[in-house]
């Protein structure tokens, strides 16, 4: 079993900042992927920003110089520095991993943005 903890969603105005944090436990081996997807209300759930073991990071074209990802592969912790938030950006936050060709899934921290 896997488990992803997150946290640090919440409601705040636009323009101001937060930030997600997500720990992986359980049977881990290698992560190969750590990322931060979103899913707002009738829309399908999207890429947010991805970290490799590599260092290799990627980010949606949405967030690109607002959001920075980083993460510890010592102790399997991600997270997501939000910064200059839009109310477009309102959505539930999914932490995931990615290794031995599976993929884990957080149960979601809400971000809310007030315009």
């Known amino acids: 079993q896997v488990q992803l903890a997150e946290s640090g969603g919440g409601l705040v105005q636009a323009g101001g900042s937060l930030r997600l944090s997500c720990a992986a436990s359980g049977r881990i081996f290698r992560i190969n992927t750590m990322g931060w997807y979103r899913q707002a209300p009738g829309k399908q759930r999207e890429l947010v920003a991805t970290v490799t073991s590599g260092g290799r990071i990627n980010y949606a074209d949405s967030v690109k110089g607002r959001f920075t990802i980083s993460s510890d592969d010592a102790k399997n912790t991600v997270s997501l520095q939000m910064n200059s938030l839009k109310p477009e950006d309102t959505a539930v936050y999914y932490c995931?991993?990615?290794?031995?060709?599976?993929?884990?899934w957080g149960q979601g921290t809400q971000v809310t943005v007030s315009s």
């Open positions: 995931n991993v990615f290794f031995l060709r599976n993929y884990y």
